[in-house]
């Protein structure tokens, strides 16, 4: 189980941009500057299938942990216009970047088997529940996701959200903000408080 310290460690070291060597023999996918396939994605909630009423998320899909992040800078881009244009100015674009950065350098893949979960330029694929880079990244997109929802950033949104839990790991992750709260509440606090003020300034 992850420590508070470690999470809250995390979520801070995660707002600074870390340049990773490129793989050998990999070429982008996207336009310079942005996360693969950023391009390929909406930023709306509506992306995600809809399964017994809710828009069900896996967490452990490099594209649905991107959307998670698409979402929550599309969302907020209305408050920090004025710092930045094409979301360079958005404080979460940090955050996406970082993801983007961790996926091309194969973090998420397999420790025993860098063949599983592995980079494939030419796709988008998994994230091992194995990988330790892969773990602290989630608590990262799950925290603030979780923290807008409870904020009721999304108030609009047709459907509820269920992030999908597979049946590996499962205790050492939380998937629901009741599950967050109980475990990380202060960590909680601290992301739903940055989305209630964007609500607030929205009103």
């Known amino acids: 189980m992850w420590t508070m310290l470690g999470i809250s460690n995390f979520l801070f070291l ?12 990999t ?57 930045g244009k094409n979301n360079t100015g958005n404080v979460l674009w940090a955050l996406a970047l970082y993801y983007g950065k961790l996926y091309e350098t194969a973090r998420f893949s397999e420790p025993t088997n860098t063949f599983v979960c592995a980079y494939e330029a030419g796709s988008p694929g998994c994230i091992s529940i194995n990988s330790g880079w892969g773990g602290m990244n989630f608590y990262v997109v799950t925290m603030n996701f979780l923290g807008a929802v409870e904020a009721g950033l999304f108030k609009d949104a047709p459907h509820e959200v269920e992030l999908v839990a597979p049946a590996a790991h499962r205790s050492d992750f939380c998937y629901s903000i009741e599950e967050c709260r109980a475990l990380y509440g202060q960590a909680m606090d601290v992301a739903t408080r940055f989305y209630q003020e964007a609500v607030f300034l929205s009103q």
């Not at 995660?14 to 023999?25: K, Y």
């Open 27 to 83: 070429a982008p996918v996207v336009n310079e500057g942005y996360p693969p396939f950023w391009d390929q994605i909406n930023g709306d909630i509506a992306e995600y299938p809809v399964k017994n009423g809710k828009s069900v998320i896996n967490v452990w899909n490099y594209l649905d942990r991107l959307k998670m992040y698409k979402i929550l800078i599309t969302e907020t881009n209305k408050y920090f216009v004025q710092f």
């Open 14 to 25: 995660s707002c600074f941009s870390v340049g990773f060597a490129q793989n050998p023999g």
